[in-house]
Nanobody, 113 residues
Framework: QVQLVESGGGLVQAGGSLRLSCAASRSIFYIRAMGWYRQAPGNQRELVATISSGGMTNYADSVKGRFTISRDNAKNTVYLQMNSLEPEDTAVYYC???????WGQGTQVTVSS
């Protein structure tokens, strides 16, 4: 079974940037879509962005123009570049192998005002 490991979270001031990474334990990216999701305390997990095996992307309205999802199939890694961060972006961010039950363990992103 594929395992996903996120990294890159942390504490940043509003207006700052972070880049999240999600590394897979084996090569599957070339055949599967991947997604980033987030969950804030007291809220349901929500979609942030997805990227297809061919590189087509989709974003939640709340992050359009600020976040960019990308993938490097050779490195089995998907990224989430987050710019112009806002306190409302504070959450645990998870990567997901779309169409499966596979999720990463999550990485905390905290944006201070």
């Amino acid at each position: 079974q594929v395992q996903l490991v996120e990294s890159g979270g942390g504490l940043v001031q509003a207006g700052g940037s972070l880049r999240l990474s999600c590394a897979a334990s084996r090569s599957i990216f070339y055949i599967r879509a991947m997604g980033w999701y987030r969950q804030a305390p007291g809220n349901q997990r929500e979609l942030v962005a997805t990227i297809s095996s061919g590189g087509m992307t989709n974003y939640a309205d709340s992050v359009k123009g600020r976040f960019t999802i990308s993938r490097d199939n050779a490195k089995n890694t998907v990224y989430l570049q987050m710019n112009s961060l806002e306190p409302e972006d504070t959450a645990v961010y998870y990567c997901h192998l779309i169409g499966s039950g596979t999720w990463g363990q999550g990485t905390q992103v905290t944006v201070s005002s």
